[in-house]
């Protein structure tokens, strides 16, 4: 600490960006300053990118804070949050940067917000190394919204590498507190369903090529399910640059939504895309927790700041899942355990992640 400033070190376990969005959030809710060193040390380009400086910009535009260090290529950041305000918010990557990640980082903060908040943010909503805006929509929106908020999220537009131009906006109201959650009962799948996409000057076909390898792989494991993947072609006033992908989701008796989905690439063919997305929904399915990948990371701040003890049923716990609950735990009052599922199915890699909340109230309510 030097003074009251909770110092971070952004190099160690996951090392990338997700500490930076996990603890200016947390910094920013509880009002704790924040010095951040060794941002991204051991990445191949270290230091802040656009992205990570849009999430940082975002932030302290909620709370009306002090950044310094808030340049490309910084490797040290310090942030004083003020009062977090709701209002409308701008957050432009001016790259392919993932519009996703800006959300990540935001969503929390305008939850104790004084008033309801809408963010226009504006990257990549299609992009590498983060989740597709249509993921956010059919999976994490239904799951996080089980923590007691809703939000609206309206893609305005589109955008792929290397440009970006994509649009998102996101209303929600603020809460007095957040809900516990408990997801441990998985149920039996009882649909498959997703949209294979193309945008600018990728015709369908592609679209229906990535769909059907999508599902020629599934039924090889499934084969009892009617699977529905939409081959879409998205609308050229609503997509800039050209791009494709595919997601693919399925859902569970007891309300669980897991999912696999890749992006096309120069180079890469189609039936490859499809192949991808439905070998990750099979491996995320193969482990009996009641949430993907994707999704268990995202969780977790969000579990640390409610009131009471929340359970989720996972899978292996991911490096991103492990940095988000030590960062977690080093900024708030929360408590995690991670301990294996003791299951009927010895082959089942599943663990429950448990954590008793530090029961965060909003102040402005």
Known sequence: ????????????????????????????????????????????????????????????????????????????????????????????????????????????????????????????????????????????????????FTFNCDIKRRGYYPKGGGEVVIQMSPVKELSPINLTERGTVTKIYGRAFVAGALPIKLAKDMSAAAVRCIRREIRDLYINIQPVREPDDQAVGTGSGIIIVAETSTGCLLAGSSLGKRGKSSDKVGIEAAEMLLQNLKHGGTVDDSLQDQLIIFMALAKGVSRVKSGPITLHTQTAIHFAEQLTKAKFTVTKSEEEDPSNDAYIIECQGMGMINPNL
């Open 1 to 148: 600490m030097d003074g009251d400033r909770v110092e971070i070190d952004g190099g160690i376990m996951e090392g990338g960006g997700q500490i930076l969005r996990v603890s200016t959030a947390l910094s920013c809710l509880l009002g704790l300053p924040l010095r951040v060193r060794r941002i991204r040390a051991g990445r191949s380009q270290p230091g802040l990118r656009p992205q990570h400086l849009s999430g940082l910009e975002i932030i302290r535009d909620l709370c009306d804070g002090k950044l310094n260090g808030g340049e490309i290529g910084s490797t040290e950041i310090t942030f004083t949050p003020g009062k977090i305000k709701g209002g409308t918010h701008i957050a432009d990557t001016k790259t392919a940067g993932s519009v996703c990640l800006l959300m990540q980082v935001a969503m929390p903060c305008v939850l104790f917000a004084a008033s309801p908040s809408e963010l226009h943010l504006k990257g990549g909503t299609n992009a590498e190394m983060a989740p597709q805006i249509d993921y956010t929509v059919m999976v994490f929106k239904p799951i996080v919204e089980k923590f007691n």
